[in-house]
């Protein structure tokens, strides 16, 4: 008689995430309140250690991957491009702003050099532009090859959001990859919301460029 092979869900045994969902940590003893009785892999303050910082950077390197894998995201394509460029509209209210404040004070010279700051990236705003056609080129090209391509970005704002919104202007997939700043970092609302990933360790985000 063939031996019969058991898949994940025909196993008679739960899960560790029903064994997380289900243990009490509170059995009124000492012992079951005592943290070195939390599993493992359930304990926050654990995982946080020092010591296991080889383990968070094998986690962070296997979610990005594992779910790409899920979403058979096969072939990519990469743009990398500055967080300092405006769309065109957002930069003639920048400027529009910046020479309302020089108005109210002209001989600030710091209103004047706000001013300069708005112009030149008025300037730069056709960057933009031309990032986001990238953005909708790759995405439309893809759709005539067998492995489709997927636009990656660092997923902020800037040329990043450009490249990431011109693949979501015409309906398709892109994906960012976040890194966690001292300042506030939050990711363009273009990227596809299942393909934005966020960083801590910078190494294993280039790994994934």
């Known amino acids: 008689m063939a031996k019969k092979t058991l898949i994940p869900s025909e196993s008679p045994f739960p899960t560790a995430k ?3 969902a289900s243990v009490s940590y509170d059995l009124g003893t000492p012992q079951s309140r005592s943290p070195s009785y939390r599993l493992a892999y359930d304990d ?19 979610k990005p991957e594992l779910v790409q894998l899920e979403l058979n995201i096969q072939s990519t394509v990469v743009i990398f491009g500055s967080a300092r460029v405006y769309d065109n509209e ?25 001013v300069a700051i708005a112009c030149r990236l008025l300037n730069k705003s056709h960057y933009y532009e031309e990032a986001r056609k990238l953005g909708t080129l790759i995405t439309l090209g893809a759709k005539n090859l ?23 202007d015409v309906g398709g997939k892109s994906m960012g990859l976040n890194i966690v700043l001292p300042g506030e970092q939050k990711p363009n609302p273009y990227i596809t919301p299942e393909l934005c990933f966020q960083f801590h ?8 460029f």
Not at 46 to 51: A, G, T, Y
Not at 147 to 168: D, K, S
Request: charged share 20%.
């Open 201 to 208: 360790y910078f190494a294993i985000r280039k790994m994934h």
């Open 90 to 114: 957002a930069a003639l209210q920048a400027l529009h702003n910046a020479e309302l404040a020089l108005g109210t004070n002209p001989s600030d010279p710091e209103l004047e050099n706000n």
């Open 44 to 62: 926050f303050d654990f995982i946080m250690r020092d010591e296991l910082r080889p383990v968070r950077l094998q986690l962070e390197l296997l």
């Open 146 to 168: 067998n492995q489709p391509l997927t636009v990656v970005t660092g997923g902020g704002p800037g040329i990043m959001e450009a490249a990431n919104r011109g693949a979501a």
């Open 18 to 20: 029903q064994d997380a």
